[in-house]
């Protein structure tokens, strides 16, 4: 299981037949990602690699497995002379389960295979998930629904798939208790739980302004200030 937990950073990928995800690899029969998210460029360099996406390259097809409330940032590529299974959030999908995704990373891979969200659906559904289609540079995937920047940065995108999302700050110190937050018109949705009094990423910068007010530690010159 793979919950409440983030990865950024760049990937490469040589092995044959490989198979690559910027946060996870292949996912394992009855596993669970939830409220999770990745901004890691994802590189497949072999031409014979099987499944390659932005945070998942494989799932699996097990009673119980599923994938909700989560997102990938970064970009996709994988060699266009090959057969390999490329999306923007997921490879190849083959869980029960897949709903409220999105991805919004470029996205680079055989014309045949590769998708903005995801490049194939083996088995199961992915319900209520979206990709940015001019980001992306993809018009198609094997499953989601394709938006313009301009509607991923729009909450009634979200709503209307019934995602838990709000665009309005707290009058409080305490955030929103939605699941998904966002800036309307400057930013596509962020995981609530990404709010943090203590601030370490870009992503926690951004939603300090989901609250009235935050007491904020920082960090300054690679000392952590008190």
């Keep these: 299981t793979l919950t409440n937990s983030y990865v950024t950073g760049t990937l490469t990928g040589s092995r044959p037949g490989g198979v690559f995800g910027g946060a996870v690899g292949i996912m394992g029969n009855g596993a669970i990602i939830s409220n999770s998210y990745a901004g890691v460029n994802v590189t497949a360099t072999d031409v014979t690699a099987s499944d390659v996406g932005g945070f998942l390259g494989r799932s699996a097809s ?18 266009t002379g090959g057969s390999t ?3 923007g959030f997921m490879g190849r999908s083959l869980a029960p389960t897949n709903n409220n995704l999105y991805s919004s ?3 680079t891979g055989p014309a045949a295979n590769t998708g903005g969200l995801v490049g194939s659906v083996t088995s199961g559904s992915v319900t209520n998930s979206f990709w940015d289609t001019q ?24 709503t209307g ?26 930013t596509r949705p962020m995981l609530m739980l990404e709010w943090k009094n203590l601030i370490l990423t870009p992503h926690q910068l951004q939603m300090a302004g989901a609250a009235k007010s935050l007491s904020v530690r920082g960090f300054r010159e690679g000392r952590r200030e008190p």
């Design 161 to 186: 798939a019934s995602w838990s999302a709000t665009a309005t700050p707290s009058t409080t110190a305490a955030p929103p208790a939605n699941t998904w937050f966002m800036f309307a018109s400057q």
């Design 105 to 107: 990373g470029a996205v």
């Design 62 to 79: 097990g009673a119980g497995t599923s994938i909700t409330n989560s997102y990938a940032t970064g970009s996709v590529t994988a060699q």
């Design 135 to 158: 980001s992306s540079g993809r018009a198609t995937s094997a499953a989601g629904t394709g938006r313009t920047t301009a509607q991923m940065m729009t909450l009634a995108t979200f």
């Design 85 to 87: 299974f490329t999306g």
